[in-house]
Each structure stands twice: as structure tokens, then as C-alpha cells.
């Protein structure tokens, strides 16, 4: 009980808004009670949708916060969180519209509420780049967790240290990846085919510019470090984690569009469970979570990795959401209770996390 009111409090009261908010919208556009609990109900699911598909991000958002100067992790998990909920789940969508229908900004928000069938079909039109763009970036991140060179922790060792010996191959993660997206390129249609693989690449593009800048900024930080001054920018992660949630967000607004094609509950719906992954983000990094738990890590970003292939594949087939977000759920999970037989079988390894 302590821990939900230290770290979620802000979460339920949100979520009580959310919920008045689409409880006035029900009732003020239908005036039927039926149709406002339909609603309610809707935005429950999406916000659990939301939660389930997203609690890897919350993992490794905590993976690179617990390495950031205080100042930065305050900074995502304010104006981080408004960028997620505001832009990823509100702008992103009306934006998508905008410039698929070539219209105006407001033009595409008249059309989501006047229209709703019409705006939803713009925006499952443009899936085909959103998955090349969304799949190729997540698939990257999963990749590069796995081939780092100095990688000592196994979670499925057998596999994992078969990569981990192909660490030392220069690009190897952008070869894969490129090799899966040609791959599915393949068996798209020609004018698809071409979207899809501009999208890819520029994902990758993003992936390579995201940790080219940190990389200046840590290079600037070291030679300051040497010359006797202390100085640490979070800049470099910030907009790493930024680009990283988009792309989670992703399948989120395409998926919700399976329960509903009106903006106002969509975006109540999706807020929800982005707020509740700010709450876990945050959770993960003041309790040392993720050090208590060796094979946490590991799990998020195996899901990661078939969350990026999936999106993948899904610009020509079709992947229930709810497969996505069970596969995601089932490896963390066990990689949780792997960690646990972990600890049981070697309780000095435990305590030396918790040390640290």
C-alpha cells in the first residue's frame, strides 16, 4: 500500500479525470447511459492495452534513467511524460491525418470527431510506414542491448552468448535488420513495398542520429571531466528516450482503432496507461529494480525485439494486439521469475544489488 501511494498516487488521480472526463463526453454526446458506460468501458480497455504493451518501455526506461544526472531523469518524467501522453497519443494521430489527407491541423481534428470512420481509415492507410519506420527502430534497440562487447549477464545463455560472440562484427544489429526488412519488403505490394522501406530506413536513420548526438555530448562531457570540471547532460538519453517511446506508442494508437475510432476516447483511453508507465518507469528507478532483478533487462528487451519484428510483419499481416502485448507480458514474466530462482540459489549476488 505504501509503495502504490509514494509511486502511483498521481497515476489514480489522473486516471480518475481521465475516466470523469469520458463519463461527461459519453453522457454530453449521447445523452443514453448505456452508451456512456460502453464508452467507460472502452477507455478501461485501452488503458489496460496501453499497460501491457508498454511495460517493457517502462523497463528500459529505467535502464537509461538510473544512468542520467538527476536533473535529466526529472526532466523526462515531466516534460517527457507531457510529449508522451499530449503528443505521442493526441498530436500524432492528427498529424498523421494531415498530412495523408493533405489538410489543416484542425481540418484533420473535425474530421476525427465528425467523421470518425474516415479519419480512422487515413490513419490505418499510413500503418505500412509506421511499422517500417516504429519496427526497424525497436528492433535496433533489442539488437544493440545484446551485442554489447563487454555483456557478462546471460538470461538464455545458450542464445544469448551466441550473439554476444558477434559483438566485435562492426554494424552486425543494422545488417540484421536491414536483411528483415528486405525481407517483408519482399511480399508487399510494389507501391508498399517502397513506403515500407523508406520508412525502415529512416528508423534507422533516427536510431544511428539518437546515439550519434549522445555520443558527442559524452565525448564533450569527458574531455570537461579531464580539464577538472563536473559536468553531466542528460541531452543525449533524453531524446533517446523521447524517440524510444514514439515508437512504443505506436502500435498503441494503430491498435486502438480496433476498439474504437473516436479521437477524444482513444486519447483518454491511451493517456491512462501512459501515465501508469511513467508511475512504473519511476518505480523501477528509485527501488533499484531492475539491479535486485539480474534478468529483468533481458526480458524487456527480448520483448522488445519481437515487438520490433512484429510490427514489422504487420505491414502485411495482421497481429492482434493482444498477442503482442501476451508475448511481451509471458518475457518478462518469466525472465522475473528467473531472476527470483536467481536470487534463492545465490542470495550473495542479491545482496550485493541491493548494496549497490
Known sequence: METIRKYYTFSLFFTAVCFALAAWYGWSSTGS???????????LVLSILEVSLSFDNAVVNATVLRDMDPVWQQRFLT????????????????????????VGPMEAVSLSLNNPERYEQIVSDAHVSIAGF????????GLTFFFEEDKEVHWIAALEKTINKFSNVPAVEIGLVLALVYGVSTVLPPEDSITF?????????????????????????????????IVKSGLGGFLYLEVLDASFSFDGV????????NMVIIALGLSVGAMFVRSMTIHLVRTGTLAQYRYLEHGAFWAIIVLGIIMLLSARWHIPETITGLLGAVLIGLSFWWSVRHNRRHPEDASLSTDD
Open 254 to 261: 494503430i491498435g486502438a482503432f480496433a476498439l474504437s475510432n
Open 33 to 43: 447511459v448505456t452508451a456512456t458506460l460502453g464508452i467507460l468501458w472502452i477507455v
Open 79 to 102: 516534460i517527457g511524460i507531457l510529449i508522451a501522453v499530449f503528443g505521442m497519443r493526441i498530436i500524432f494521430p492528427i498529424a498523421i491525418v494531415s498530412l495523408a489527407a493533405q
Open 197 to 229: 522501406l523508406t520508412a525502415a530506413i529512416l528508423g534507422l536513420i533516427t536510431f544511428i542520429a539518437v546515439h550519434a548526438i549522445a555520443a558527442i555530448i559524452e565525448a564533450r562531457e569527458a574531455r570537461k571531466k579531464a580539464a577538472g570540471e
Open 134 to 141: 516504429g519496427g526497424a527502430f525497436l528492433a535496433m534497440v
